[in-house]
């Protein structure tokens, strides 16, 4: 369900789009976005394949997405908008900050990051930061990386991006053939890229590549 909003003409006025399945996250944006005197909300949708339809004609200044979407997730949705409007920013939105999510969303090119539990006034900054041409990474984002880049066997030292990308699919318990389907591969690299990430992280089976992802503290 989406619920398209028009512009109030002003030219100083910021067109937000929001793509987020979660309900009440989504309402709460719907109301919060107009409250600022210098955003328009001019659509709000549940899922990626919705935005995509609508982009053209709403023509979003900046995109304020989930992380977490069904089937197209918000960092493949952000570089699909881009193809259509390659001027949109992005900032995402996600209660995960485990290092590979971090990383994937660094080596993304997207503008800014941000917790879901976050203070409203931070949103606010952040949104704007992006919105002027800035990028704006939370301070848990920053550091997290900064750890994480301390370390030898970092994945984004070890692992490519298309691996990193198959890695989260495959820790939500997806099939090879679902995977493919939401990224745009065949079942048999997929297959591939599986069979790469168990011999990088020291696992013989889906399990084991479960528990070395745990140890390694991903979501």
Do not use: C
Not at 41 to 60: C, D, K, Q
Not at 99 to 107: G, H, K, S, V
Request: net charge neutral; proline share 4%.
């Amino acid at each position: 369900m989406s619920r398209p909003h028009a512009s109030t003409g002003s030219v100083e006025t910021t067109r937000v789009l929001v793509v987020e399945d979660q309900g009440m996250f989504r309402s709460f944006l719907e109301e919060w976005v107009p409250s600022q005197s210098d955003f328009v909300l001019v659509g709000a949708f549940t899922s990626a394949e919705e935005a995509l339809r609508r982009i053209e004609t709403l023509s979003p200044h900046v995109a304020l997405l989930d992380l977490q979407l069904p089937g197209m997730d918000g960092i493949a949705l952000a570089q699909a908008l881009r193809q259509v409007r390659p001027h949109l920013r992005t900032l995402l939105l996600s209660s995960l900050s485990d290092p590979l999510t971090l990383t994937r969303i660094r080596e993304s090119g997207v503008e800014g990051y941000l917790e879901k539990d976050a203070p409203l006034a931070e949103l606010a900054e952040a949104l704007r930061t992006v919105v002027r041409g800035r990028s704006y990474f939370s301070r848990k984002f920053t550091e997290t990386l900064a750890q994480e880049s301390a370390k030898s066997e970092a994945l984004g030292k070890i692992l490519s991006r298309r691996e990193q990308q198959v890695l989260t699919q495959v820790l939500t318990g997806r099939t090879s053939k679902e995977i493919g389907e939401s990224i745009g591969l065949s079942p048999r690299t997929v297959e591939f890229h599986r069979s790469n990430l168990m011999a990088k992280l020291g696992a013989s089976n889906l399990a084991e590549l479960l528990v070395h992802a745990r140890q390694r503290g991903l979501a």
